[in-house]
C-alpha cells in the first residue's frame, strides 16, 4: 500500500541555518506529493506541492524537489526564521486521499 | 473567507461515554474530510463526504463511531461509547470537490479530545 516515511524528529535549528528534512515513499505508479505546515494552534495548511517526476514545488523560500528514482521528496530552506517553527508533514496522494507521514517538529531559536 | 470551523477545540470525558465533534466546512465545499491524529503522527483519513453522500467510510470504526452531513454543510462525527485509546485530535477538512481537487484540502483546528 501507499506510505509516507519523514525523518525523526524533532529538529532543532538557529535562525538562519540551512534545513532539510527528509521524506521518502511507497506507492504505486506516480503520485503528486506534498507538504503540509501545522503552525501551533492552527490547522495544517499546504506549503507545497509537485504532481510528476523532477517537478520542483517551492513556496515561503521552501523547496522540495519530487525525485522518483530516490522515491523522495525532501523538504529544504536556504535560511529558517523562527516563524519557521511549525510541524511539516509530508503527504501523497493515492486512491483519492492523501496518505501522511508520521510529521517532524522544527523549532528554530533565534 | 472564513476558514473550517471545528467545535469544541478541547473535550475532556471520562470513557464509556459519547462525545460528538462538530464541523462547518469553507462555504461552497462539496468534500468534507474527518481525519484522526494520534500523537506524534500524520492525519489518518477516517470518513469523506461528497455532499451528503459518505463515499469512504473504509477506516471508519463502525462500532462505535458514526458520522453525519445532513444537507451536505456541516457534519458531526461522534463517538459512543468512548475508550481510553480514542484520545487524539479530530481534524476536519473541505475542498472544493471532486477527485481532482483532493488535494487542495483546507484544514480546520482539530478538536483534542482526552478519555479518562
Known amino acids: 500500500g501507499n506510505s509516507v516515511t519523514q525523518m525523526e524528529g524533532p529538529v532543532t535549528l538557529s535562525e538562519e541555518a540551512f534545513l532539510t528534512i527528509n521524506c521518502t515513499y511507497t506507492?504505486?505508479?506516480?503520485?503528486?506529493l506534498f507538504w503540509y505546515v501545522q503552525y501551533p494552534g492552527e490547522g495544517l495548511q499546504l506549503l507545497l506541492k509537485?504532481?510528476?517526476?523532477?517537478d520542483k514545488g517551492s513556496n515561503k523560500g521552501f523547496e522540495a524537489t519530487y525525485r522518483k528514482e530516490t522515491t523522495s521528496f525532501h523538504l529544504e530552506k536556504g535560511s529558517v526564521q523562527v516563524s519557521d517553527s511549525a510541524v511539516y508533514f509530508c503527504?501523497?496522494?493515492?486512491?483519492?486521499?492523501?496518505?501522511f507521514g508520521q510529521g517532524t517538529r522544527l523549532t528554530i531559536n533565534p | 473567507e472564513a476558514g473550517v470551523v471545528q467545535s469544541p477545540r478541547y473535550k475532556i470525558i471520562e470513557k464509556k461515554q459519547p462525545v460528538a465533534f462538530w464541523c462547518n466546512p469553507i462555504?461552497?465545499?462539496?468534500?468534507l474530510y474527518w481525519y484522526l491524529q494520534n500523537l506524534g503522527q500524520g492525519p489518518e483519513l477516517l470518513i469523506r463526504?461528497?455532499?451528503?453522500?459518505?463515499?469512504?467510510d473504509s477506516q471508519l470504526p463502525k462500532d462505535r463511531f458514526s458520522a453525519e452531513r445532513l444537507k451536505g454543510v456541516d457534519s458531526t462525527l461522534k463517538i459512543q461509547p468512548a475508550e481510553l485509546g480514542d484520545s487524539a485530535v479530530y481534524l476536519c477538512?473541505?475542498?472544493?470537490?471532486?477527485?481532482?481537487?483532493?488535494?487542495?484540502?483546507?484544514f480546520g483546528p482539530g478538536t483534542r479530545l482526552t478519555v479518562l
Open positions: 477538512a473541505s475542498s472544493s470537490g471532486g477527485e481532482a481537487r483532493v488535494d487542495e484540502q483546507f
Open positions: 506507492a504505486t505508479g506516480y503520485p503528486s
Open positions: 509537485a504532481t510528476k517526476a523532477d
Open positions: 503527504a501523497l496522494r493515492g486512491a483519492q486521499k492523501l496518505v
Open positions: 462555504s461552497g465545499h462539496n468534500t
Open positions: 463526504y461528497e455532499n451528503e453522500e459518505a463515499v469512504d
